[in-house]
């Protein structure tokens, strides 16, 4: 990762906190805002553009998927089941991501 960041900060979030962005992955929460009240309080300095549409453009999170190595998340969203969480920054006006796996089962953490 890299050592500055442009909003000064790291997100970090784990399966439950994706879950808990994903449920506003529908566009009644989009067309009324009610995601806003959410990030102002629980990750101030972040949009959900930063967040979400980002990591489904990059295939971390995908569309109702049928594929038994994913998992449900919230809105027909689903992540891999390796997967154990998300650190974003935002680096040059661009979210960053690094995906923090789950360990393998000799203990030893997979890298991607």
Known sequence: MPKKF????TLTLDIEGLRVIGGYAHWIPGIRGLYKD???KNL???EWN???PVLIESKIL??????PAFQSLSQGLYISNEIEGVTLWIQDGETEFA??????????EDRC
Not at 6 to 9: A, L, V
Not at 99 to 108: A, D, F, H, P, S
């Open 38 to 40: 959410y990030f102002a």
């Open 62 to 67: 995908v569309r109702d998927s049928k594929d």
């Open 50 to 52: 930063q967040i979400i």
């Open 99 to 108: 995906l923090i796996m789950k360990t393998n089962q000799e203990g030893i």
């Open 6 to 9: 442009t909003n000064g900060k």
């Open 44 to 46: 101030p300095g972040w």
